[in-house]
């Protein structure tokens, strides 16, 4: 800092050919141009101003430093131009931490939309299942999550303020040659003892169990790795499940998979923005949220940021 100040007064000093003038534009003393230059000198060991009283001339050493001095200046406030952009730009990037089920079957529609938006947004997308999405929140690798909501995962309801998107229908999917798909009423005694395929996600597995306990419902469990991995078991006649609609839209428009809703099963899973409780968020990260919000049908009031 003090070689900067040093520079700083030399060049105004050069320029105004006084030290009275210098300390002016400088806004401090005499004695410390003088003091300034004095370091300078002596730092080079050659004279830089001849002194007339209180003018100031350059020596030819001090022509000589001059334009070094010069291209200094020049370089010092190239590279903090230089800095201030990469710092607007590093802001400006949204790392967004999301389930792999958002991922999955929201992004084909939302991403292009924020691409398209001016500016567009520079996302850094980072997807996972439920619980290492959890896993990144208790190690403060973010402070938020577009991800499932669990009303019993107390970590979750503790730390963080949830603010719904949208809800999650779970439907019964079966093949389309299944024989319960032609009738007009499922009823829970047609599924008794029928083999049921959940996902390897502890709070969805509870949350389905509890929903099908309620109704006396008796099946038998098997487990697998997502929503991909289930569907393709289903087509294969493995088993029933139960699927939101979103995972299985383009199977239903392809007619490789049947739904039904039922009139006694009506688990509804939440989704939303979850925001570490006293977290403060960039302004990206708030206009980000509230492009997001507009492309669901159920969220925070109008006008009202989830970042708030």
């Not at 500016?119 to 996972?128: G, H, M, Q, V």
Request: proline share 5%; hydrophobic share 40%.
């Amino acid at each position: 800092m003090k070689m900067m100040e040093r520079l700083e007064t030399f060049l105004v000093l050069a320029e105004c050919g006084s030290f009275t003038e210098a300390a002016k534009k400088l806004f401090c003393s005499q004695p410390t141009i003088s003091h300034h230059i004095q370091k300078l000198e002596e730092q080079f060991g050659a004279p830089l101003f001849i002194r007339t009283g209180r003018t100031a001339q350059l020596t030819r050493q001090g022509e000589i430093f001059l334009d070094y001095a010069k291209q200094i200046e020049q370089t010092m406030l190239q590279a903090g131009s230089a800095i201030e952009s990469s710092m607007k730009t590093e802001s400006s990037i949204v790392s967004v931490y999301v389930s792999q089920y958002f991922a999955n079957y929201y992004f084909d529609e939302i991403l292009p939309t924020l691409h398209a938006s001016d500016p567009p947004y520079r996302l850094e997308i980072n997807a996972y299942c439920y619980e290492a999405l959890k896993q990144a929140l208790v190690d403060r690798k973010t402070d938020w999550a577009i991800m499932p909501y669990y009303p019993d995962d107390d970590f979750i309801r503790s730390d963080f303020a949830v603010h719904a998107l949208f809800e999650d229908e779970f439907m019964l999917v079966l093949p389309p040659e299944h024989v319960l798909m032609n009738r007009k009423t499922i009823y829970a005694r047609d599924l008794q003892g029928a083999t049921v395929l959940l996902p390897r996600s502890p709070f969805l597995i509870r949350s389905l169990q509890k929903e099908m306990d309620r109704h006396g419902l008796r099946v038998q469990y098997l487990q697998m790795s997502n929503f991909e991995v289930i569907k393709q078991a289903v087509k294969s006649g493995l088993g029933a499940a139960f699927l939101p609609y979103r995972a299985i839209r383009k199977e239903l428009e392809a007619e490789e998979l049947t739904a039904k809703r039922l009139p006694f099963f009506g688990y509804l899973r939440q989704n939303g923005v979850l925001v570490r409780k006293g977290a403060r968020f960039t302004a990206e990260e708030q206009a980000f949220f509230e492009r997001l919000r507009p492309h669901f049908d159920e969220g925070a009031p109008a006008g009202r940021s989830a970042f708030s």
